[in-house]
């Protein structure tokens, strides 16, 4: 049940609060009206959406109180504040998983190559263009960058041959094994 609203949050200030960034632009930007009733809900009128929050459990502390909202509303069905909230986790995963420090990253190309080796390990250069529709000839430079880079590495069985490197195959291991544990560096 809706109690009497004490606050009303505008989208824009939630987000700059928060401190997260923002990702969406809406012509029509959703608003937090806080009330001292026992639960959130969504009420839509004439095809508008209104998101009244319960103020229990909700913090004094400006920043951590617009943090607590976005999620809120994120969860009561709105689309930008999910976009936003999703953006944030993302970023947060991407910082604690040293995504950041990965210097130089790939390409998209080499990103295309390096996939395709390591679903096709023992791959020709040939098939590696077939695969990944590049030329040739950018595949040879490609593969040749990412060798010098201890990505790839010229098969066993073969000169003509590409496998991920030992590294690289360590690292994904080590991906895996995080991931079924639920245990990060």
């Keep these: ?15 700059e609060l928060s401190g997260y960034r923002n990702v969406v632009s809406t012509n029509n930007p959703p608003t937090a009206l806080v009330h001292d009733g026992a639960s959130d809900e969504k009420v839509v009128t004439s095809g508008v959406a209104a998101y009244y929050i319960s103020e229990n459990g909700l913090a004094s502390e400006e920043a951590e109180r617009a943090r ?3 999620e809120r509303l994120y969860r009561l069905g709105d689309w930008a504040a999910g976009e936003i909230v999703e953006r944030h986790r993302r970023d947060e995963e991407r910082l ?25 390990p023992g791959s020709s250069i040939e098939e590696i263009s077939a695969g990944t529709s590049l030329s040739v000839s950018a595949v040879q430079a490609l593969t040749d960058e990412l060798c010098n880079r201890g990505i790839l590495a010229l098969s066993d069985q073969s000169k003509t041959k590409y496998d991920l490197s030992a590294t690289e195959q360590a690292r994904y291991r080590e991906l895996l094994e995080q991931e079924a544990t639920g245990v990060k560096p």
């Excluded at 049940?1 to 939630?14: P, R, V």
């Excluded at 990253?105 to 190559?113: A, C, D, E, K, Y």
Aim: charged share 20%; proline share 5%.
């Design 1 to 15: 049940m809706i109690g009497a609203i004490t606050e009303s949050w505008n989208f824009a200030d939630l987000i």
């Design 68 to 70: 607590q909202l976005l």
């Design 96 to 120: 604690a998983s040293g995504y950041y420090e990965l210097k130089p990253r790939l390409s998209v190309p080499q990103m295309f190559v390096r996939r395709f080796v390591k679903r096709h």
